[in-house]
C-alpha cells in the first residue's frame, strides 16, 4: 500500500450538507437539486455503481430516447461535467460514494450524526488508469448478474460498461484474494482489503431516502419456467440482449443457442397482479416498458418478425401512452394478446418456446417463439431500513412502487423542495465553494505563453511514445515553451511539482497530458481554482484513453504529439471573458389558484419568496368541492387559509396576464383585472398551474339526456349525499362505462381518475346495497400502484367487469324508457344484455383553456391542449422557455395526490433559479458581437432554448445567458461569427482541425 | 393576374416610364420611388431615391447597364418600416435578392409597390459605354437591335428567370420594337395604381408571350452550356485551382453579392486575422505558402453562406479585378444546392431558409440516416 | 509505394457518441490510429467553415457523429446538423470531393460496437477512395 493511497472514507470526509442514500434517478435528482443551490452532497449506494435499473437500459418509453443529460442543471453549467449521465455523475457539489450504507442516523434535523459503513472497491481512483490488466490477470470468473448472467466477468472488473474514469472494483464475494492484480497494476492502485469501514459524518443537515424497490425474481414462483428455460428471461435481462453494450453487442440472439431473435412474446404482470402470492399492487411501468421493448425489438428484427404482448390491462396511463400503444399496435405491428398465459412449454426437442392459448375468437392457438420476455415488476416491500423515521430524514416514497421517469422526477424534487424548505426555515447555509475567485486579468491578457506537462508513467500505457519527439514537436510550435516531465502526476508530489512549476513560471496556459486518473474533472477544478486559471486556459488531455483504441505495443508517438499538438494550437486562441453575474428578483407569478397553483404559492413563500397568486375566476380552490379524500380536501383548505392571510402573496382574482418580457430571473409582466384596469409586475419566475376540468363527453355514446344516466363524478356527488337515491336505494342495477371519450381520437389519453373513480363508487353501492348488481364495462382497468387494491376489493365484492374493444363498445338502448345496455362477454363468449336502474359514465378530464397564454409565454400545447413540458420524461415540470414552470392537471391529467406532488416540483425548479443571489453562468455560452451583427434573427429562430431575443427598437440581439446552454447552433449559422460560442470560438476549432493534420 | 395591360402610346417608351413614375408621385399614391437614373456626373444608371416628380429627368430604369445590384440599396432604404410608401424599379434578379434580404429581416416590403421588368439583360460597364458612343438612344435602340442585345454579360444571356412574378406591376418592354410600352399590373395593389393613372387598357398582346417564349429557350439553351462550362472551372480543384489562380482576396464578389448581407464579412474578422505564427507553421508544413491566405476557403465558404439563397445576377464576376468567372461557378454550385434543398430563392417571401426550416424537407433524416 | 494512410478528422458530440467512442476504448474495441477525434458539445454547432478546412487543409475524410434523433441533448441540433451538412457535402462534391468523404452518422451513447465499425469501414472506404486531391502547392 502506497502512502498517498486514499480510502474512500478519506474522500468523504470533506464537510457534507445532505446526504442522499439510493443513487437511482430518485437519488440523482435530488442530489443535482441540492447541488444546483449550492449543497455539499453526499450521494451513495448500496450497489457498486450508480444509476439503478437505468445503467441497464438503452432506451426509455415514451419516446424509446434516453436523454437523461437533461436532468443535468440548466443554469450554471460549468459546476458540471456535462457529459452522459451513464458515465458517471461529476458534479463540484457532489461526492459519489458506492458500495455504501447509511447505517445509522441521530440527532435533530439540521444536525445529524449519520453513521456510514463503506465497503472499499479495492482500488484507489485516484489511481487507477483503467488499463485493465488487473482484469486480465484475475483468475476468477462469475456470472455478469448486469448482463443476465449470461457472460462472465472476472473478480475485479468495471461494474457498468460506460463508467468513467473506468477504475475497476473488486468484488469480494469473488475475490480469492490470490494477489495476481496487485502485482501487476502498474500504479499500484490496488489493496486486497475488503473491510468494511465506519465513518461518521457531523453537522448533516438532512439525509434523503431513495431507496427504490428490487426486482421481482420470477425464479421464486417457478409457473414459466424461468431460470430453466433458458429462453425465458426478464424485461430487464432483455434490454441487455438488445443492447450494443450488452452480451451479444446488441446482436438479437438468444441465450440457449445464440439463434437468432425473430418472434418474441411478453407476458405482463409477472409477479405482480397477484393476490396468490400476496401481490396485490401494478407495478405501474411493465406495460410502457413491455410495449417499448416490442418496439424496439422489432425495429432490431426486422422484417418477418413478430413481437406479441400478452396482458390483462394495458395501463397506457399517461398523458401520451395510449397513442403511443396505439401505434405500436397499429403502425408498428405490435400484437396484443389480452390473456393470462397459462404456462410455457418447449417445443419437442427444440429450445423454442410453446404458448396455448384460446383468441378472441374461442379458438386455440399454439404458438412458437424464439424467446419469452417475463415483464417483471416490483418485489412486495422496500428492504427494511431503521433509520427510516429518525428525524431528518426525508424519504421520497412513504410506499413502495414502481413509477416513470417523469413521475419519479417530480417526486424527487418534491422532495428536494421539503428539504430545502426545512434548511430554510432553520436559516442553515451551503458550506461555501472556494471557487469563486476570479482570475487575475492581467495575467490573463497576457500573451499566451505555454506549459505542458507530460506524466512519465508510460508504465501504465501498453504502447510506447517517444518522449523526445514528443517535446520537439511542443518546441516546434513556438520558442519559449515550457515542459515539465513528472513521475506520477496523480500522485500527491507529482500534482506538487506541478503546482509549483506554474506557481514560479511565467505560463498563462496549461496543457496537462496523464491518465484520466490524474486528469478527472474535480482535479480540473481544483486546479483552476487554486491557480486562477480560467477553465478554459487549462486543457487535460487523457493520453490513456486516446491510444486505448490502438494495437498493443503499437507505437502512440505521432497520435500523441497530434493531439498534444492540436490541444496547444486551441489553447492559444482561447480568450476570457469575465462571467457577468446577474441579479434575481425573488418574486413568483404563480397562474392559477386552484389546488397545484395554491400548493406552489404557500410553498414558495415558506421558502421567503414573494409571490403574485393571479386566478382568473372570481375565488381560489377550484374545484375544492369535489376533493373526495377528506385528508387531502383540509389540506387544501388549510392552504386557501393561509394564503388567504399570508402577506407574502399577493392574490390577484379576476385577473389575466396579457404580456410579459425579460428574461429568467428578471421578468416584467403585465396583469388585467377584469375591470379593464392592468397593472405590471416583476417577477424572477413563472409557475403555470392553470388546471383542468372534467369534461362531459356523454354525448358521444348517448344521444339524449336521461335523469339516470349520470357521469362518474355524478354518481360520486351523490352517494355522498346522504338524502340521493342512490344512497337511499333499494337499487337493483347499476352499470359504468368507462373511458366514454376518453383513450380514442380525438381525446386520446387516459383520464387517469376514472376508473379509480368508478371502482370506489362501485364499493360503495356494494357497502350500501350489498345485493345490487354491478356491471363495470372496461376497456383497461387502470388502477396502477398500490391502487390495485381497489380492483381486488371490488372484484371480491361481486361487482362484474366486462371488458370491450374500441371497435365494440357496449351499446344503450333507451327505446323503452328504460336503460338497457348491450354488450358481448368475450369470457361467456356471447352477448350480453343488462337493464340498468343508473348507468354511470366515465367521463374524464381535460385541461382548461390556454391559449392566450401561449400566446404571451409562447410556451406548446400537445395536441389536447395540455402546456406541453420541455421533457417528457427528464424535465416533467419545465416548459420550453427557461424560468416558465408547469405543473397539475395543466400538463396532463392526474390525481390530486400527484397534483400536489408537481406543485412541489415545479417550486423546487424555481429554487433552483432564484435561490442564489446572483448566478453566473458558464463560459461555454454564446455571445453577440453586436458591432458585426446583421440582425438577420436566423440565431433567434434555430435556438432550442428561447435564449435570445431582438430588441426591436434598437434592431440588436441578446442572449440570455441563463437560457443558453451552449449547443452553438447559433454560432453554426451566424454567418460571419457575429455571435460566437465561448471556448468554441471557430478559430479555435479551425485551428485544431487544421494542426490535427 | 390580368390578361390585359396599360399602355402609353405616342410617347417615347422612356418618357412613358417617367410619366407613370412621376404620376404615381404626383398623385401621391407614393412617396418615393426607387428607379435607376443616370447621375450628374457619369452616364451609369446608378439606384436613386426619387422624391419629388420634376426630378425625373435622368431616370433610365431600361438602360442595359447595372453597375450593382439595386437590391442591397432598395434594402437599405426599407430597412425597418418608416410609414413611407416606396415604389422600386428593379429587375427580376434585384426583386429576387430583396425577397431574401426580407426573409433575412433585413427589409421590410410591405409597403412597398414593387415594379418589376422582363429583363433583356444587362452590359458590362465598359461594354456599355462604347455602345453609348455609337447609340445615344441606347435604352430603347437595345431593344429593337438583336445585334445591341448580343452584348450582354454571360450571365444574362444563360439567364432564365428574365420575369419578375412577384412584382405588383411588370414594366413590359417585348414590344418595344413597336415603339409601344405596357404596365401590367401583377397584383390588386398594381391594379388599383395603374388604373388611377388614366392608361389606355389593352389586351395583352400575343407578342409578349411568343417573345417570352421564344426567349426562355434560348436562354436555357446557354444556361446548359454556360453551366456545363462552369462545372469544368471547379471540378476537380486542380481546375478551381487555375480559375481561381489570380484571385486577390480583395472579397469585391462579396461586396457585390446582393444576398451576402453580413455587415462584416467572416474574412475580415478575427477568425482570419491569422498569428504570425499560424502563418509560420503554414509555411512550415508546405514549404512555401501563397498570401494572402485562404482564398479557396473564402470562396467555398462563402458558397456555403449563399449558394442557397444566390439568384444569379452575376455581379460577382462583373466586378471582379481578374476576370474570374465567379458568378459562371457559383451559380453551378448553387443550382446543385438549391436542388438538394428543393430551394428556390426569391420564390417566396414566406418560403424560409433552408437552415431555418431544418425541420422540413430534412431528406437526410427522413431517410434514415445515410450520406 | 508506401501505403496510403489516410487522415481522418472525426467531430463527435459531447454527450452520445463521444461516450461511445469512449465506451469502444474502454471495450478495447481496436480501431485505425489515422482518426483524429474532435469533439463538439453537439453536431448542431459544426459549422460549415469546419468541414470546409478540413477539407481544404487535406483532410481524406470527415466523419460527423452525433447523438440519433430524439436524443440530442440540446433537442434537435441533430436536425439541424442533418440539414446542414448534406448542403456542405454538396458544395464539395462539386469542387470533385467524392461524396463519400463525408459522412454524417448517428451513434448512440452504448453503440461502442457501432462506432468501431463505422470508424473501420469509414477508414475503408477513404483507403478505397484514395488520397484526397488536395496538394501542398495549391491555393488553399
Ligand atoms: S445570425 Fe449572426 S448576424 Fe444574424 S442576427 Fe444572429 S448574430 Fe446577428
Ligand atoms: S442556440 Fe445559441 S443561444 Fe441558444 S442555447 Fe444554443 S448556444 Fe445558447
Ligand atoms: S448533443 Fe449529440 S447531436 Fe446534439
Redesign the interface.
Known amino acids: 500500500m502506497t502512502e498517498e493511497m486514499t480510502s474512500k472514507a478519506d474522500r468523504i470526509s470533506t464537510p457534507v450538507n445532505i446526504v442522499v442514500a439510493g443513487a437511482g434517478i430518485t437519488g440523482i435528482r435530488t442530489a443535482i437539486d441540492f447541488a444546483a443551490s449550492g449543497y455539499k452532497v453526499l450521494l451513495v449506494d448500496k450497489a457498486m455503481h450508480g444509476g439503478g435499473i437505468l445503467t441497464r437500459l438503452d432506451h426509455q418509453f415514451p419516446n424509446d430516447h434516453c436523454g437523461m443529460c437533461r436532468m443535468l442543471p440548466m443554469i450554471d453549467r460549468g459546476t458540471d461535467k456535462e457529459t452522459c449521465l451513464r458515465r458517471g455523475l461529476f458534479h463540484e457539489n457532489i461526492l459519489t460514494c458506492y458500495s455504501t450504507e447509511v447505517v445509522a442516523v441521530d440527532g435533530k434535523a439540521g444536525d445529524l450524526a449519520v453513521n456510514l459503513s463503506v465497503v472499499p472497491t479495492g482500488v484507489d481512483k485516484t489511481r487507477c488508469s483503467g488499463c485493465g490488466e488487473c482484469e486480465r490477470v484475475c483468475p476468477v470468473m462469475v456470472p455478469d448478474h448486469f448482463n443476465g448472467d449470461w457472460v462472465n466477468r472476472k473478480a475485479i472488473f468495471l461494474p457498468t460498461p460506460h463508467l468513467s474514469p473506468d477504475s475497476r472494483v473488486i468484488d469480494w464475494q469473488a475475490c480469492t484474494s490470490c494477489g495476481a492484480c496487485v502485482e501487476v497494476c502498474p500504479t499500484h492502485a490496488i489493496t486486497l482489503n475488503g473491510e468494511r469501514e465506519q465513518v461518521e459524518l457531523k453537522g448533516v443537515y438532512a439525509v434523503v431516502l431513495a431507496r427504490g424497490v428490487n426486482l421481482y425474481d420470477p425464479a421464486l414462483t417457478d409457473v414459466y419456467g424461468y431460470g430453466v428455460l433458458p429462453n425465458v428471461v426478464t424485461a430487464t435481462d432483455f434490454e441487455r440482449i438488445m443492447s450494443s453494450s450488452g452480451p451479444y453487442q446488441g446482436e438479437m440472439m438468444r441465450p440457449s443457442d445464440g439463434k437468432p431473435i425473430k418472434k418474441i412474446a411478453w407476458i405482463q404482470c409477472v409477479g405482480s397482479r397477484n393476490v396468490m402470492i400476496g401481490a396485490d399492487f401494478c407495478s405501474s411501468v411493465c406495460c410502457m416498458f413491455a410495449v417499448k421493448e416490442a418496439i424496439l425489438a422489432k425495429q432490431k428484427m426486422g422484417k418477418e418478425s413478430d413481437a406479441v404482448i400478452f396482458y390483462m390491462d394495458m395501463r397506457t396511463f399517461g398523458r401520451d401512452f395510449q397513442r403511443y400503444k396505439d401505434e405500436a399496435e397499429n403502425v408498428k405491428g405490435i400484437r396484443f394478446v389480452r390473456m393470462r398465459v397459462h404456462s410455457i412449454q418447449l417445443h419437442e426437442n427444440t429450445d423454442d418456446l410453446l404458448i396455448s392459448y384460446v383468441n378472441k375468437d374461442g379458438e386455440q392457438v399454439d404458438e412458437i417463439f424464439d424467446l419469452v420476455v417475463l415483464s417483471t415488476g416490483r418485489k412486495k416491500d422496500f428492504l427494511t431500513c431503521d433509520w427510516a423515521e429518525a428525524d431528518g430524514v426525508f424519504q421520497v416514497d412513504r410506499l413502495p412502487g414502481f413509477k416513470d421517469i417523469a413521475d419519479s422526477v417530480v417526486g424527487a424534487s418534491a422532495i428536494s423542495e421539503q428539504v430545502l424548505r426545512m434548511i430554510h426555515q432553520q436559516n442553515l447555509k451551503p458550506d461555501k465553494n472556494e471557487s469563486d475567485h476570479s482570475p487575475d486579468i492581467s495575467f490573463v491578457e497576457r500573451r499566451p505563453s505555454y506549459i505542458t506537462v507530460l506524466c512519465d508513467c508510460n508504465t501504465s500505457l501498453s504502447n510506447p511514445i517517444d518522449f523526445q519527439k514528443l517535446e520537439n514537436t511542443i518546441h516546434a510550435l513556438s520558442s519559449g515553451h515550457q515542459i515539465l516531465r513528472v513521475e506520477q502526476a496523480c500522485s500527491k508530489e507529482g500534482w506538487q511539482t506541478i503546482r509549483k512549476a506554474i506557481m514560479d513560471g511565467q505560463a498563462n496556459r496549461c496543457l496537462i497530458m496523464a491518465c484520466d486518473a490524474a486528469v478527472d474533472f474535480s482535479r480540473k477544478r481544483e486546479f483552476t481554482n487554486e491557480l486562477g486559471f480560467p477553465v478554459s486556459f487549462v486543457d487535460l488531455l487523457d493520453v490513456v484513453s486516446l491510444v486505448r483504441r490502438f494495437q498493443e505495443g503499437e507505437d502512440a508517438t505521432d497520435t500523441v504529439s497530434k493531439e498534444v499538438f492540436m490541444r496547444l494550437n486551441r489553447l492559444g486562441t482561447r480568450s476570457y471573458a469575465s462571467p457577468l453575474k446577474q441579479a434575481q428578483v425573488k418574486t413568483v407569478l404563480v397562474i392559477g389558484g386552484g389546488p397545484a397553483g395554491l400548493q406552489a404559492a404557500s410553498v414558495l413563500a415558506a421558502h421567503g419568496f414573494t409571490v403574485k397568486l393571479v386566478e382568473k375566476t372570481d375565488r381560489l380552490g377550484g374545484k375544492l368541492a369535489q376533493i373526495e379524500e377528506s385528508d387531502l380536501k383540509q389540506h387544501v383548505e388549510k392552504m386557501l387559509a393561509g394564503v388567504n392571510k399570508n402577506p407574502q402573496i399577493d392574490v390577484y382574482l379576476e385577473t389575466e396576464v396579457i404580456q410579459t418580457s425579460g428574461r429568467p430571473g428578471v421578468c416584467m409582466t403585465k396583469l388585467k383585472h377584469a375591470s379593464g384596469e392592468t397593472r405590471i409586475i416583476h417577477h424572477g419566475a413563472t409557475i403555470l398551474a392553470t388546471g383542468g376540468k372534467e369534461v362531459d363527453t356523454s354525448a358521444s355514446v348517448v344521444s339524449e339526456s336521461h335523469e339516470r344516466i349520470i357521469t362518474g363524478f355524478d354518481m360520486d356527488a351523490m352517494l355522498k349525499a346522504n338524502d340521493s337515491d342512490l344512497v337511499k336505494g333499494p337499487v337493483s342495477t347499476v352499470v359504468m362505462i368507462q373511458c366514454v371519450g376518453s383513450r380514442q381520437e380525438p381525446n386520446n389519453y387516459c383520464s387517469r381518475i376514472c376508473c379509480l373513480k368508478s371502482l370506489k363508487n362501485a364499493i360503495r353501492i356494494k357497502d350500501l346495497h350489498p345485493e345490487t348488481d354491478i356491471y363495470i364495462f372496461y376497456r383497461d382497468i387502470m388502477t396502477y400502484g398500490n391502487s390495485e387494491i381497489l380492483y381486488t376489493e371490488a372484484r371480491k365484492k361481486g361487482v362484474l367487469f366486462i371488458p370491450f374493444d374500441t371497435d365494440n363498445p357496449p351499446r344503450i338502448n333507451m327505446a323503452s324508457g328504460a336503460i338497457i345496455i348491450e354488450g358481448d362477454d368475450p369470457f361467456l363468449g356471447e352477448p350480453v344484455q343488462i337493464k340498468a336502474d343508473w348507468l354511470a359514465l366515465a367521463t374524464g378530464v381535460m385541461p382548461n383553456d390556454v391559449s392566450d397564454l401561449k400566446q404571451v409565454f409562447s410556451f406548446e400545447t400537445t395536441q389536447d391542449g395540455f402546456i406541453q413540458e420541455a421533457d417528457s420524461k427528464w424535465r416533467p415540470v419545465d416548459t420550453e422557455r427557461v424560468g416558465v414552470f408547469v405543473c397539475g392537471l395543466a400538463r396532463t391529467p392526474a390525481r390530486l395526490d400527484e397534483v400536489l406532488l408537481e406543485a412541489n416540483a415545479a417550486a423546487q425548479r424555481v429554487l433552483t433559479l432564484l435561490e442564489k443571489d446572483h448566478t453566473s453562468y458558464s463560459p461555454v455560452t454564446a455571445r453577440v458581437r453586436n458591432a458585426i451583427c446583421s440582425v438577420c434573427g436566423i440565431c433567434i429562430e434555430v435556438c432550442p432554448y428561447q435564449a435570445r431575443y431582438m430588441d426591436e427598437d434598437r434592431r440588436v440581439v441578446h442572449v440570455d445567458n441563463l437560457a443558453c446552454q451552449g449547443c452553438g447552433t447559433c454560432a453554426a449559422e451566424c454567418p460571419n461569427n457575429a455571435t460566437v460560442l465561448g471556448e468554441y470560438e471557430d478559430h479555435g476549432v479551425m485551428s485544431m482541425i487544421e494542426s490535427s493534420l | 393576374m390580368s390578361t390585359y395591360m396599360y399602355k402609353t402610346k405616342d410617347q417615347n417608351p422612356i418618357d412613358a416610364v417617367k410619366t407613370v413614375l412621376s404620376a404615381m408621385l404626383a398623385k401621391s399614391q407614393v412617396d418615393a420611388v426607387f428607379v435607376a437614373a443616370r447621375t450628374p456626373y457619369a452616364k451609369l444608371p446608378m439606384p436613386a431615391l426619387i422624391t419629388s416628380a420634376d426630378k425625373m429627368d435622368d431616370v433610365d430604369p431600361l438602360a442595359p447597364a447595372a453597375p450593382l445590384n439595386a437590391a442591397r440599396q432598395a434594402s437599405s432604404i426599407l430597412k ?1 418600416e418608416t410609414g413611407k410608401k416606396i415604389a422600386l424599379v428593379l429587375r427580376p434578379c434585384e426583386e429576387r435578392a430583396l425577397i431574401e434580404l426580407v426573409k ?3 427589409c421590410d416590403i410591405g409597403n412597398a409597390v414593387i415594379i418589376g421588368m422582363t429583363c433583356m439583360g444587362r452590359m458590362e460597364n465598359g461594354t456599355y459605354l462604347k455602345c453609348l458612343d455609337d447609340h445615344e438612344d441606347l435604352s430603347i435602340s437595345f431593344y429593337v437591335k438583336p445585334d445591341l442585345q448580343a452584348h450582354i454579360t454571360t450571365t444574362c444571356k444563360s439567364c432564365d428567370k428574365f420575369l419578375s412574378p412577384n412584382a405588383d406591376i411588370t414594366i413590359d418592354v417585348t414590344g418595344m420594337k413597336d415603339g409601344i410600352i405596357g404596365f401590367l399590373p401583377q397584383s390588386e395593389k398594381g391594379e388599383t395604381l395603374l388604373s388611377g393613372l388614366y392608361l389606355a387598357r389593352e389586351k395583352t398582346s400575343t407578342y409578349r408571350e411568343k417573345t417570352i417564349e421564344d426567349m426562355l429557350k434560348t436562354r436555357q439553351k446557354e444556361k446548359e452550356q454556360v453551366m456545363k462550362a462552369a ?1 469544368a472551372l ?8 487555375k480559375t ?2 489570380t ?1 486577390l482576396n480583395c472579397y469585391n464578389c462579396r461586396t457585390a453579392c446582393p444576398v451576402c ?6 474574412f475580415l ?4 486575422a491569422h ?1 504570425p ?2 502563418l509560420f ?2 509555411a ?4 512555401a505558402i ?1 498570401l494572402p ?5 473564402f470562396h ?2 462563402r ?3 449563399m ?2 439563397a444566390c439568384v444569379g445576377c452575376g455581379h460577382c464576376s462583373s466586378v471582379c479585378p481578374s476576370g474570374i468567372p465567379v458568378a459562371d461557378m457559383f451559380r ?2 448553387a443550382e ?2 438549391q436542388r ?2 428543393q430551394y428556390e430563392p426569391g420564390k417566396d417571401m414566406h418560403e ?5 426550416a ?2 422540413e424537407k ?4 427522413e431517410q434514415g ?1 445515410d ?1 | 509505394m508506401e501505403q496510403f494512410e489516410p487522415k481522418i478528422i472525426a467531430l463527435v458530440c459531447n454527450w452520445c457518441t463521444y461516450t461511445a467512442a469512449d465506451l469502444a476504448g474502454t471495450s478495447r474495441l481496436q480501431y485505425p490510429a489515422n482518426i483524429r477525434m474532435i469533439r463538439m458539445m453537439c453536431t448542431g454547432m459544426i459549422d460549415s467553415k469546419y468541414i470546409l478546412k478540413a477539407f481544404l487543409s487535406g483532410a481524406d475524410g470527415v466523419f460527423v457523429g452525433g447523438c440519433h434523433p430524439g436524443d440530442c441533448h440540446y433537442i434537435d441540433g441533430n436536425l439541424k446538423a442533418g440539414k446542414r451538412i448534406p448542403g456542405v457535402g454538396k458544395i464539395l462534391e462539386q469542387f470533385g470531393f467524392e461524396p463519400d468523404r463525408l459522412k454524417l452518422k448517428w451513434i448512440g451513447a452504448s453503440e461502442g460496437p457501432e462506432f468501431q465499425k463505422y470508424m473501420t469501414e469509414f477508414v475503408d472506404t477513404i483507403k478505397t477512395l484514395g488520397p484526397s486531391q488536395v496538394r501542398d502547392r495549391m491555393i488553399l
Open positions: 425597418y433575412l429581416n433585413q462545372k471547379l471540378n476537380p480543384l486542380e481546375n478551381f485551382q481561381v489562380a484571385c448581407y453580413c455587415k462584416e464579412c467572416v474578422t478575427d477568425i482570419f498569428k505564427e499560424v507553421q503554414r512550415k508544413k508546405k514549404g501563397k491566405q485562404d482564398t479557396s476557403m467555398l465558404t458558397l456555403s453562406h449558394a442557397h453551378a454550385v446543385e444546392v438538394l434543398y424560409r431558409p433552408p437552415y431555418i431544418y425541420r430534412n431528406t437526410f433524416i440516416e450520406r
